[in-house]
C-alpha cells in the first residue's frame, strides 16, 4: 500500500518550458489536492478535485492547470515555467474534501 | 476570513526538555482545527486533529493538543522532546465558508529544532 505517489521527484526546467506533475493514490479516496509550499508561506492550496470529473480553484491557481484523469491519478501541468514557480509541490488525498487528508513525499521543482 | 497564525518561526529546544507550539486562528463559524508534521524531506503527516468534543486531543508521538475557544488557540505540546522530533509543523484550520470549502489553510510553519 504506497499511499500517495509522486513523480518526479525533483525536476529543473528553463523558463518558458513546460512539464507535467503526476500525483496518484492507492486508497480510494474521492478528493486529491495540490499545494506548493514556500518557505515562510507553509502550503497554499493550488487547485483541488472532490471528486472524479470535478476540478476547481484553490488559492493560487494562476500557471497551472490540473486533470482528474480517473479516481487514482491527479496531475498539475505547468504550460509555460516562470522562476517564480520554484517550490515544493505536494499532493494530497482524502476520502471527501472533509476527511483528513494524506500528502505525497513531494516534488521540488527548480525554473531557472 | 479565516487565517492561522502560528506565533513562532523557530523554536529550540534541549532533548527531553518540554515543548509547546503556538497556534492561533480565526474563524467566524465551526472550527475544525489539525496539526501535520514534515520530517526533512518529506510529505507532510497528521499529527492529531480537533473536529468536537474534549478539548484535548491526543496525537501521535506523545504529543497533545488543547482546543481553547474563548482564547481562539490551538496549541501543540509534548512533555519531554526527543532528537526525532526535529520537525516542521503546521497548524491547519478547515474552511468552512465560500470557495473551497472544506479545504484546509495552513499556517506558515514552526520549525523545532531539538538539540542534545
Redesign the interface.
Known sequence: NAGVTQTPKFQVLKTGQSMTLQCAQDMNHNSMYWYRQDPGMGLRLIYYSASEGTTDKGEVPNGYNVSRLNKREFSLRLESAAPSQTSVYFCASSEMVMETQYFGPGTRLLVL | AQSVTQLD?QVPVFEEAPVELRCNYSSSVSVYL?W?VQYP??????LL?YLSGSTLVKGINGFEAEFNKSQTSFHLRKPSVHISDTAEY?CAV?RDYG??????I????TKLSVKP
Open positions: 518561526s489539525f501535520y524531506n518529506q510529505g507532510l503527516q497528521l486533529k503546521f478547515r470557495g473551497s470549502q472544506g479545504n484546509l495552513f499556517g506558515k510553519g
